[in-house]
């Protein structure tokens, strides 16, 4: 299979300048991405339930907003981006039923068409643009003139022109600047989870706790363990994300380069990967969905306090909270 990838001189935004997009949802990626359609011309409106601080929020923010069912019921492309484990019941009692010939429903993330959360109707297209970024850096780097890349895919064609639309609908917030490619709900989601679980959260929390657990137990101060384990990640990650990994090596002292080359393996091995390859297969399997819903739906609160305790007890977060204060003394953050 060729990948296939567009730039913004390949894609319109014709496809969707006629229609109405509605935001469902105004946390940080609905309000980026609704803010980025407004500004590129789309006419858009944002579904929410009536009383809550985001309704305010959006109306601030210079756009149209009413209820779920309303802005269902006025849009041609119902673009759902509240989190995952709400949009089930939501797109029962107050997409569903409003529904239509031709509309379009999107999501950001694949997980509740490819777990079949929600079971939409045959008479609608099926679409998904999914940012590689958090909502913040979607709205920053579209001000900025550029964007973030997409993800894109089409899972329901129903009117045939489903492609148009999401690639229009990319290009909208701004993804198609550096460039969007396919993929499909299954591949979006099954390595969005494996990211977070493996490298990008799970695996890089517990790489930083255990590394800072090994120098302060033998007897270094955690202040500089916070600083050589946590606190220089950041500055690494920049590296290689903008370098590439070999870019990187290029780029740090020569000890450096030789102790990460020779001693890496020894810390993430084949072991770690063996581990890895589990946690894929419980996503394939669909085990980590079914633990994950069931959870929330026991208490969505206890399903993270539990969790977060011990992270949130953990020596080196008492200690990064003294450290950022230092770097960043006028910010609010601990």
Same mark, same amino acid.
């Given at each position: 299979m060729?990948?296939?990838?567009?730039?913004?001189?390949?894609?319109?935004?014709?496809?969707?300048?006629?229609?109405?997009?509605?935001?469902?949802?105004?946390?940080?990626?609905?309000?980026?991405?609704?803010?980025?359609?407004? /500004?590129?011309?789309?006419?858009?409106?944002?579904?929410?339930?009536?009383?809550?601080k985001?309704?305010?929020?959006?109306?601030?923010?210079?756009?149209?907003?009413m209820?779920?069912?309303?802005?269902?019921k006025?849009?041609?492309?119902?673009?759902?981006?509240?989190p995952?484990?709400?949009?089930?019941?939501?797109?029962?009692?107050?997409i569903?039923?409003f529904?239509?010939?031709?509309?379009?429903?999107?999501?950001?993330?694949?997980?509740?068409?490819?777990?079949?959360?929600?079971?939409?109707?045959?008479?609608? /297209?099926i679409i998904?643009v999914?940012?590689?970024?958090?909502?913040q850096?979607?709205?920053?780097?579209y001000?900025?003139?550029?964007?973030?890349?997409?993800?894109?895919?089409?899972?329901?064609?129903?009117?045939?022109?489903?492609?148009d639309k999401?690639l229009?609908l990319?290009k909208s917030?701004?993804?198609?600047?550096?460039?969007?490619?396919?993929?499909?709900?299954?591949?979006?989601?099954?390595t969005?989870?494996f990211?977070e679980?493996? /490298?990008?959260c799970g695996?890089?929390?517990?790489?930083?706790i255990?590394s800072f657990?090994?120098?302060?137990?033998a007897?270094?101060?955690p202040?500089?363990?916070?600083?050589?384990?946590?606190?220089?990640?950041?500055?690494?990650?920049?590296?290689?994300?903008?370098?590439?990994?070999?870019?990187?090596?290029?780029?740090?002292?020569?000890?450096?380069?030789?102790?990460g080359?020779?001693?890496?393996?020894r810390?993430?091995?084949?072991?770690?990967?063996?581990?890895?390859?589990?946690?894929?297969?419980?996503?394939?399997?669909?085990?980590?969905?079914?633990?994950?819903?069931d959870?929330?739906?026991k208490?969505?609160?206890?399903?993270?306090?539990?969790?977060?305790?011990?992270?949130?007890?953990?020596?080196?977060?008492?200690?990064?909270?003294?450290?950022?204060?230092m770097?960043?003394?006028?910010?609010?953050?601990?």
């Open positions: 060729v990948t296939r990838k567009w730039l913004d001189n390949e894609v319109s935004l014709d496809p969707i300048k006629e229609l109405t997009v509605a935001v469902i949802g105004y946390g940080i990626q609905g309000s980026a991405q609704a803010c980025n359609m407004k /500004d590129s011309g789309i006419n858009v409106v944002v579904g929410l339930r009536r009383g809550g985001s309704w305010t929020k959006a109306e601030t923010d210079g756009h149209k907003v209820s779920v069912t309303d802005a269902v006025q849009s041609d492309i119902i673009h759902i981006l509240i995952d484990m709400e949009q089930e019941n939501t797109f029962r009692t107050d569903n039923p529904l239509s010939d031709n509309k379009t429903i999107s999501f950001s993330h694949g997980a509740s068409i490819h777990w079949k959360w929600i079971v939409s109707p045959k008479n609608v /297209d998904m999914a940012p590689k970024g958090p909502g850096r979607v709205r920053e780097l001000l900025d003139g550029f964007g973030t890349p997409s993800l894109v895919a089409v899972h329901q064609d129903y009117s045939k022109k489903a492609w999401v229009a990319a917030i701004g993804s198609t600047r550096p460039g969007v490619i396919e993929t499909n709900f299954k591949e979006e989601v099954e969005d989870w990211g679980q493996v /490298d990008l695996g890089v929390h517990n790489m930083i255990k657990e090994t120098l302060t137990e007897g270094y101060q202040e500089i363990a916070y600083f050589e384990c946590l606190h220089e990640l950041k500055l690494i990650v920049d590296l290689i994300q903008k370098y590439g990994i070999a870019g990187m090596y290029n780029r740090v002292s020569e000890t450096a380069r030789y102790g080359l020779t001693r890496g393996k810390i993430i091995d084949q072991n770690s990967k063996n581990n890895m390859k589990q946690v894929l297969d419980e996503i394939q399997s669909g085990q980590f969905a079914k633990e994950w819903v959870n929330y739906r208490d969505s609160k206890i399903a993270f306090a539990k969790l977060l305790e011990e992270v949130e007890n953990h020596e080196i977060e008492k200690v990064g909270k003294d450290l950022r204060k770097m960043w003394p006028s910010d609010t953050i601990n």
